[in-house]
Structures are given as C-alpha cells and as structure tokens.
C-alpha cells in the first residue's frame, strides 16, 4: 500500500485522501471517502476522462509509448504467436492455458455451439435492411430467454458454463446476421474445425459448393480479433462492466455493450472508413482535395481511421494489421480502386506535416475495414466484426467486476435545473 496522500482544501477545510499506485506506476486519488468527509462534495468529470472507475488486471495500455497488453504479454507476441482461442482463455481466466486446457476449453464451447432453432424465427421477422449491429444486439438479448438460468457468480462451473455458451452461440450469430442479409440459408458450421475457421465457413459457405479455407485468410482473422480483444474501459466494456454491476446476467450485459460499439465514435468507425473511401471515389478520386479538407478548419470533415483518443505515437495494432492487410490483398490478388485511395490517403497523411505535427497515425479501424473489404464482408459487417473480437474481452471484464463484488454503478450529478416551484393547475398556466 502506498504511503502517499492527496492534499484537498475546499472553503479554507483540508481533507486528505490515499493515492493508490498500479503496477505499471499509475497513480490515483482515492475518492472513495470524499462525500462522507466532506458532507457531500463530489467530482465532477464528464466522459470519465480522468476517472478510473476499477481496478483491473487485465489489459495495460500506454498511449504515449504505444503499449498494449493482455495479462501482462505484449500484443505483438499474442497476435504473432497464439491464436484468438488461447487469447480468449488467457483474458477470460488470467493464464495461458496449456494444451489440454486449450483443448477442453474449445470442446466445451463446441458442445455449446447450437443456437436454437426457434431463434431463426426471430431473425426472419427483421427486415433484410436491418443493421446487423442491431440484428446481432437483439439475438444476444433473446439468447437470455433460451437460456434462462443467471448466473451464479459464487460457483466457477456456473460461470464457465455460461461463458462456454456464448463463445460457443455468438459465432453462430454472427454468421446469421450476415447470411440473412444475403438471403443465404443459416446453418451451425462444421464443429471438426477451428474456432476461426468454423467462423470463415459459417459466414461464407454456399449451400451448393464446398467452402475452401485459405490459411492467409484464417491467420488475417485470427490476428484481427485478437487485436480487438480487449481494450480496458473503453465505453463498450465499461457499459458491459455497468449493466452487470446491477447483477443483470451475461448475455443481457454483452447485448448492451454491442449497442454501445455500434457507435460511430467507438466501433462503427470501421464502417465510416470504407464509407469515406466510397465517398472519396465517387467525386472522382481526388485524395488531395480530401486531404486539404482534412485539415480545412472550416470544414468539419475528419480523415476516418486516423487518430486515437489514447494512442499519441502510433497504434501497435495498426502497425501488426498493416502488414496483415498486405499479405491478404496480395495473396486474394484483390484490385479494388478503394484500396488504391487509401494507400493514396495513407502515404500523403504520413508525409504532410499537419498530420505529423499533430501525432495523427493510422489507427487499426483504417486497415481493419480494408482487410474486412478485401475478405468480401460487407461493409455493415465490419463493426459486428469488432463485436466478435471483443467478446472474450467483455466476458473477461465482466467476471472481474463479478469476481471482485464491485458495487452497482451509479454516479452522481450536479444538478443544474429549476429549484423547487409551486405547481399551478392547468387551467392556471
Ligand atoms: N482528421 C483531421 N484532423 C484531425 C483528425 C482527423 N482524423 N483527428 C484529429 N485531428 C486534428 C484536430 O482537428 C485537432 O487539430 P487542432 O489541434 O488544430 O485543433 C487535433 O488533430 C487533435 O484532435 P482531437 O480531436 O483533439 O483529438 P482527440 O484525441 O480528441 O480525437 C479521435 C481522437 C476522435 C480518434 C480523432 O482523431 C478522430 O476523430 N479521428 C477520426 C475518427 C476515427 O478514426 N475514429 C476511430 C478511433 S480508433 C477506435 O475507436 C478503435
């Protein structure tokens, strides 16, 4: 425990309060006390920018130095040299599993792969316009009444079974989202495959032709859903951790936290790339005009998938995705005058002293959608790609916040509004 205190002085009183450090030295002021001690002062911090609102073992990261770590392992060694299952068991339960646990981990989320059949009846009654994000936020909720039973916290089984059950289902989901949209039949994969593989097969697999696997493709996936893995108390995780503070089960806190990525300012800015990119080449092509408008003041048009909130230097997953994003466009030979504007973007960007001067780098979603794009998933898909990454990262946070008897989420207000009025009747007013 650290001995050092933070000083407050309000209206001439002092009050002291204990400043806790994590294990990578970040520090902060312990509040908890701050209402009680001085009769109802609080703090006031919209978009919890400055606000931790738990401690966590499961992600580090450093935006400054461009470090991302799951459990401790640096993310360039997880996404060069584990898989997106390993990954999964590794935020989930702490550990890398060794290979017998890996092995038990995905028979157990096979054995819970059916979704059932009466959830297609749901999934028809959507318009084939329907978002998936939307598509797949509902099922996630409807998944609840198939699977009633909450989860009882204080039993490990209970609470494994319930996480084999949604990596098992949510894949499944997925795959119904895209398919519906396409008017392709809905089926529940090849359960002799990989967990990335069964994904590819049940997402693209024609009822009348064999699905061939392309291990470029697999491995682009693999690494792409462990870059989205977790992300700390991003608004997703937080809504996650926040639903299921009330006790809410699972499935209903991880149907929140799909509508919370659905956000353009959070997941759904995959989707605003390639919709630039189309934008971009519908008025001909000209990425130096868009790049004058990027930083045009007077216009309000931002270059999507450059910058992060967090990342100051460089995003450590936009560097492993680039190199990713090459090898599936060679390999898959793809000629798409869209890539050819984001290159176009790209390079100018890096060399044009507004974007350098201001540490503005390609972020993951500039490569993610063009990989997603150069895999034949449609653009609408991209975000619910994100959600099928960060899925282990949601469980694995969700279980902390479980584990650790947090409190119910509720912060507090100041209150701006009206002070206390006569009503007066209606016929008054
Ligand atoms: N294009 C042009 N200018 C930009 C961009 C951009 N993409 N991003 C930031 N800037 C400029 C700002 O205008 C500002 O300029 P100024 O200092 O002259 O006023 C400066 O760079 C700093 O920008 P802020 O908005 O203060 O940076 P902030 O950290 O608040 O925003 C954000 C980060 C939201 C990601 C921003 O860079 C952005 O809008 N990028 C495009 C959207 C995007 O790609 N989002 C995905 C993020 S990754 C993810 O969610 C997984």
Not at 26 to 38: C, F, Q
Not at 390 to 399: K, M
Request: proline share 4%; glycine share 8%; hydrophobic share 40%.
């Amino acid at each position: 425990m650290s001995e050092k205190i933070a000083k407050l002085e309000i209206n001439g009183e002092k009050y002291e309060f204990p400043v806790i450090e994590g294990t990578e030295n970040e520090i902060a002021i312990d509040i908890k006390n701050l209402r009680g001690s001085t009769n109802g002062v609080i703090t006031i911090d919209p978009g919890y920018k400055n606000t931790g609102s738990c401690e966590s073992a499961i992600t580090f990261l450093d935006g400054e130095k461009g470090i991302l770590r799951y459990r401790g392992y640096a993310i360039e060694d997880l996404a060069e040299k584990a898989d997106f299952l390993e990954v999964a068991y590794l935020l989930i339960f702490g550990e890398l599993p060794t290979s017998k646990q890996l092995a038990k981990f995905h028979k157990d989320i096979k054995a819970q792969s059916i979704v059932d059949d009466d959830i297609k009846k749901i999934i028809d009654a959507f318009p084939k316009t329907a978002h998936p994000m939307g598509v797949l936020a509902s099922l996630t909720s409807a998944l609840t009444a198939f699977n009633p039973s909450s989860v009882n916290v204080d039993s490990e089984e209970e609470m494994y079974n319930a996480i084999v059950k949604i990596l098992g289902k949510f894949p499944v989901l997925v795959a119904w989202a895209m398919r519906k949209k396409q008017g392709l039949p809905l089926d529940y994969g090849n359960s002799s495959l990989g967990y990335v593989e069964n994904i590819l097969q049940m997402m693209f697999k024609k009822p009348h032709e064999e699905y061939k696997l392309n291990p470029i493709v697999v491995n682009a996936l693999d690494k792409l859903l462990i870059l989205h893995a977790d992300h700390e108390q991003n608004c997703s995780t937080s809504t996650v951790r926040m639903v299921g503070s009330s006790h809410a089960g699972l499935f209903a806190s991880l149907a929140a936290g799909i509508s919370a990525l659905w956000g353009p300012l959070h997941g759904g800015a995959n989707q605003a790339v390639l919709e630039m990119l189309e934008g971009i080449r519908e008025d001909g092509g000209d990425t130096k005009k868009y790049m004058a408008k990027a930083k045009d003041k007077s216009d309000s048009f931002r270059l999507m998938g450059f910058g992060h909130r967090v990342y100051k230097n460089f995003d450590p997953r936009a560097t492993i995705i680039k190199k990713a994003a090459d090898e599936v466009l060679a390999d898959l030979g793809v000629e798409d005058p869209i890539l050819d504007i984001a290159k176009g973007l790209e390079k100018e960007a890096l060399e044009d002293s507004y974007f350098v001067d201001r540490k503005l780098y390609p972020n993951v979603d500039f490569y993610s959608g063009i990989i997603y794009r150069g895999m034949g998933i449609p653009t609408e898909m991209f975000t619910v790609m994100f959600a099928l990454g960060r899925l282990p990262g949601w469980i694995a946070q969700w279980r902390e916040m479980r584990l650790r008897k947090e409190p119910i989420g509720r912060p507090r207000q100041v209150y701006i509004g009206e002070n206390h009025r006569e009503f007066s009747k209606i016929s008054d007013r």
